[in-house]
């Protein structure tokens, strides 16, 4: 009898595993219906409504949006035993993102990422913008687009459920010239993809360069660091910068440099390098020149955490694509369930024009003039292995 009762608890501590696993590979793949809900998020001081949008995907993965900035609040795709991770840091209610001076999972613009002195020149006459970052201008200035009520509205596609959100940005917010009409549409693929797809207009020639500022750690757990999680970028060039971040109109090869990641390298494995480039940064805080042709939505970036078995791609259209790799991250914000976020706990991945486009010729322009439409799509695309 006692035989029989050891080699029932043996066979039971064996199949345990084996029927949880197989639990959580269940929960991954049955099938939900696509769908958006609407829950309300909160109310701004000037009385304006923000609205959460939570998108689910026929495999059960979820993204939720608010009109606040056009902001992604989470992201869950499945690890390798199928079970939701959420892989985006960010706040638990409005209050967080109405404080927040970081950007997380924002909208940014007019135009993403640094602007020198804040100063560009279009077609003879000089612009000033709001200076929000030392001597510079960054994101759009202290009230870009991220910091505004977009119009949003549900849509059901081919792809996934959507939502698409819209902001009229008014000629002179924060400097820029013309009035400027942007839409972003989110979509969750049925193949576990975050698309964006951005569109602009103005009434007057101007510069535009939005982009996408989650803050990624594919563990799904914001108290460990991203450092051994692996990069790929499909990139032989940077645009180096200055002292103050700026680029100093120069490309240099990434060959014999801690910026080549032409082959998958733990983000931590020369961060702390003696180098020039990352001592400006305090780590990686720079613009890297896509190989591929722009213009035409192409793979440029995967990003893998050994812990999960999450892997990110990023498929974009853009010529640039900016890699941060948290450097200024320090404990002090505190985000979902109260976790202190700290120093290299998320990356952000900007596909973008190049930092300060506007002040140098030979970069790709991010003039926009009235009668011309600006576009991009990129796709945060996820699987496992």
């Given at each position: 009898?006692?035989?029989?009762?050891?080699?029932?608890?043996l066979a039971?501590?064996?199949?345990?595993?084996?029927?949880?696993?197989?639990?959580?590979?269940?929960?991954?793949?049955?099938?939900?219906?696509?769908?958006?809900?609407?829950?309300?998020?909160?109310?701004?001081?000037?009385?304006?409504?923000?609205?959460?949008?939570?998108?689910?995907?026929?495999?059960?993965?979820?993204?939720?949006?608010?009109?606040?900035?056009?902001?992604?609040?989470?992201?869950?795709?499945?690890?390798?035993?199928?079970?939701?991770?959420?892989?985006?840091?960010?706040?638990?209610?409005?209050?967080?993102?109405?404080?927040?001076?970081?950007?997380?999972?924002?909208?940014?613009?007019?135009?993403?990422?640094?602007?020198?002195?804040?100063?560009?020149?279009?077609?003879?006459?000089?612009?000033?913008?709001?200076?929000?970052?030392?001597?510079?201008?960054?994101?759009?200035?202290?009230?870009?687009?991220?910091?505004?009520?977009?119009?949003?509205?549900?849509?059901k596609g081919?792809?996934?459920?959507?939502?698409?959100?819209?902001?009229?940005?008014?000629?002179?917010?924060?400097?820029?010239?013309?009035?400027?009409?942007?839409?972003?549409?989110?979509?969750?693929?049925?193949?576990?993809?975050?698309?964006?797809d951005y569109?602009?207009?103005?009434?007057?020639?101007?510069?535009?360069?939005?982009?996408?500022?989650?803050?990624?750690?594919?563990?799904?757990?914001?108290?460990?660091?991203?450092?051994?999680?692996?990069?790929?970028?499909?990139?032989?060039?940077?645009?180096?910068?200055?002292?103050?971040?700026?680029?100093?109109?120069?490309?240099?090869?990434?060959?014999?440099?801690?910026?080549?990641?032409?082959?998958?390298?733990?983000?931590?494995?020369?961060?702390?390098?003696?180098?020039?480039?990352?001592?400006?940064?305090?780590?990686?805080?720079?613009?890297?020149?896509?190989?591929?042709?722009?213009?035409?939505?192409?793979?440029?970036?995967?990003?893998?955490?050994?812990?999960?078995?999450?892997?990110?791609?990023?498929?974009?259209?853009?010529?640039?694509?900016?890699?941060?790799?948290?450097?200024?991250?320090?404990?002090?914000?505190?985000?979902?369930?109260?976790?202190?976020?700290?120093?290299?706990?998320?990356?952000?991945?900007?596909?973008?024009?190049?930092?300060?486009?506007?002040?140098?010729?030979?970069?790709?322009?991010?003039?926009?003039?009235?009668?011309?439409?600006?576009?991009?799509?990129?796709?945060?695309?996820?699987?496992?292995?």
């Amino acid at each position: 009898m006692a035989i029989k009762s050891t080699l029932f608890a043996l066979a039971l501590a064996f199949t345990q595993p084996m029927m949880a696993s197989a639990t959580a590979s269940a929960e991954a793949s049955k099938k939900a219906e696509p769908s958006v809900a609407e829950t309300a998020f909160g109310t701004l001081e000037d009385g304006g409504k923000v609205t959460l949008y939570t998108l689910t995907n026929a495999s059960g993965a979820e993204v939720r949006i608010i009109n606040f900035g056009a902001t992604v609040v989470s992201l869950k795709v499945p690890d390798r035993q199928g079970k939701l991770r959420d892989v985006v840091l960010g706040y638990d209610d409005l209050a967080g993102y109405v404080k927040d001076k970081d950007f997380f999972g924002v909208t940014v613009g007019r135009f993403g990422n640094r602007i020198g002195a804040g100063k560009f020149t279009l077609d003879g006459k000089t612009y000033q913008l709001n200076l929000n970052n030392g001597p510079n201008h960054l994101h759009g200035g202290a009230h870009g687009i991220y910091k505004k009520l977009w119009k949003a509205e549900p849509v059901k596609g081919k792809e996934g459920p959507g939502v698409t959100l819209t902001y009229v940005s008014p000629d002179g917010e924060e400097g820029y010239p013309g009035k400027v009409t942007l839409t972003v549409t989110y979509t969750l693929t049925n193949k576990n993809g975050l698309r964006i797809d951005y569109r602009g207009t103005t009434d007057k020639p101007t510069v535009l360069n939005p982009t996408h500022h989650s803050y990624w750690n594919l563990s799904g757990d914001p108290t460990q660091t991203i450092l051994d999680e692996e990069l790929t970028i499909d990139a032989d060039k940077t645009t180096p910068v200055d002292a103050g971040l700026i680029p100093t109109g120069k490309l240099a090869d990434v060959a014999g440099t801690p910026m080549d990641f032409r082959k998958a390298t733990k983000i931590g494995a020369r961060i702390d390098a003696k180098d020039e480039q990352l001592e400006f940064g305090k780590g990686y805080d720079h613009n890297w020149v896509l190989r591929s042709p722009a213009k035409k939505v192409r793979k440029v970036l995967e990003l893998f955490d050994a812990r999960s078995g999450i892997v990110m791609q990023i498929l974009t259209d853009q010529p640039g694509l900016q890699f941060y790799s948290g450097n200024f991250l320090n404990g002090t914000i505190h985000g979902k369930q109260g976790v202190a976020y700290q120093h290299r706990t998320a990356v952000v991945l900007e596909a973008q024009l190049f930092p300060d486009a506007p002040n140098h010729p030979n970069f790709p322009s991010a003039v926009l003039r009235p009668g011309q439409r600006y576009t991009q799509t990129t796709i945060y695309q996820f699987s496992t292995r």
